[in-house]
Structure formats: C-alpha cells, structure tokens
C-alpha cells in the first residue's frame, strides 16, 4: 500500500512537473529513424545528380524527400521531417518553438567547437495535445550541398532556374561548408 502510494506519487510528479527523462532506448530508435532518413536521401540525391545533373535533383529533393519522409512516418507512427535554419519548404521545413530551441542549442554547441556530425538533442516534452519524446540531429552543410544551397556564384543557372520555378520564396542559399543548415526531427507520442 504504501509502494503504491509513492509510486503514484512519483508518477503524478513526473507528468505535472514533466521531469522525466527520456528512456536511452527510445533515443536510440529514434535516432536510427533519423539516420534512415539522412542516409536513403543522400543515397538517392548522389544518384540523381550524377545520373541527369543538379538542375534535375532539385526535382527528385521536392518530390523524394517528403515521400522518404512519410514512408518512416508510416512504419512507426511517429512524425519524421527536416526543417532548416533558413528554409525552402516553408510548409515542411518551418521549424516549431522545440525545433527552433534544439536548433538554438546546435548553434551554440558549434560556437563552443563541438562537430554538428554526431551532434543531438532528445527531450521529453509535454505539449496541449500530450507528452512526446522529441528528437533532433544536426545536419551540416558539405560541399556537395553548396549546388543547391550555397552562395550564388556556387549554384549554376540551371538549378538556379528551377528553385526560382518551384520555390520563389526561397531563402536557403547562401550557406558555407561547414554551416549548420538544420536538423532531422522526429516527434513520438509517448
Ligand atoms: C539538387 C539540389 C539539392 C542539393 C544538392 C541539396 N539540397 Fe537540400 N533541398 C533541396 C530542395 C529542392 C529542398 C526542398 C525539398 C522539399 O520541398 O521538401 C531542400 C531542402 C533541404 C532541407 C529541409 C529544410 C528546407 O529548407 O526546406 C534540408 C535540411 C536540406 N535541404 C539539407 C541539405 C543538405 C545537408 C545537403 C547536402 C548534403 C543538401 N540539402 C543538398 C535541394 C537540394
């Protein structure tokens, strides 16, 4: 009886004053998600690029990513995405206020001299619609971004053309190698 009661006790403290920490477990799948995720695009963009040049890849990024995205989505229920410090897909890419924070800590752990390769942030987080495990994993800018993402004289005129085409209201370019251009999320109800 008395177990009980502090169990009960621990188990209300937890939910009211959100406290708990995230199972290492829970982590780790989640961060194998968003592995998936980063590795099955870069698999297709090289392919792509090199098959029919980057002009074409812009395509298969507008069209393969949100797919590879919602095909992880739908194998494990939880919301997977990318979402940039500068965004081209404002509709996909916007990060929200956990996602901005987790961006907000990258940029500082970079500032400090930690590598953005390995770097991520896992949290508990209670929200209105109820209690989530969030995940994310920086994602920094390699040379092989800079087609696409980095400063003009970088992007060729045919890439140029199509991002002006399919996404006028643009504003990831401008990037340096190195830079952090923000983060695979995954968002589980817990
Ligand atoms: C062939 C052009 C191309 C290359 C190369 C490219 N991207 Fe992108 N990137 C895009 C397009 C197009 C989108 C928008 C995709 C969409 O509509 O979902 C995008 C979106 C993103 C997003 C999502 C946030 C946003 O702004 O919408 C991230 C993060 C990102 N790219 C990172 C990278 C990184 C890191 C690399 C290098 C490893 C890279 N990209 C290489 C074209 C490219």
Same mark, same amino acid.
């Given at each position: ?18 406290? @708990?920490?995230?199972? &290492?477990?829970?982590? =780790?799948?989640?961060?194998? !998600?968003?592995?998936?995720? +980063?590795?099955? *695009? ?69 500032? @400090?001299?930690?590598? &953005?390769?390995?770097? =991520?942030?896992?949290?508990? !987080?209670?929200?209105?619609? +109820?209690?989530? *495990? ?57």
């Amino acid at each position: 009886m008395k177990k009980s009661l502090i169990v009960i006790l621990l188990l209300t403290g937890c939910a009211t004053y959100g406290t @708990q920490t995230a199972q &290492p477990e829970q982590v =780790e799948e989640s961060r194998n !998600v968003a592995k998936s995720l +980063g590795m099955q *695009l870069s698999a297709k963009l090289k392919a792509e690029v090199s098959a029919n040049g980057p002009a074409s890849a812009v395509g298969v990024c507008k069209e393969i990513a949100p797919q590879i995205a919602s095909g992880l989505s739908r194998q494990t229920g939880w919301e997977v995405g990318r979402v940039g410090t500068r965004v081209r897909n404002a509709r996909t890419g916007t990060p929200d206020a956990w996602e901005a924070k987790a961006l907000a800590n990258f940029s500082e752990r970079m500032k @400090q001299g930690e590598k &953005p390769d390995t770097m =991520e942030l896992a949290e508990v !987080v209670t929200e209105p619609s +109820g209690k989530y *495990l969030r995940y994310a994993k920086a994602v920094a800018v390699q040379p092989q971004c800079l087609t696409c993402h980095g400063p003009a004289e970088s992007i060729p005129a045919g890439v140029k053309a199509r991002l002006q085409t399919e996404y006028p209201m643009d504003q990831a370019t401008g990037y340096q190698a190195g830079e952090l251009r923000g983060a695979i999320v995954v968002k589980r109800p817990l």
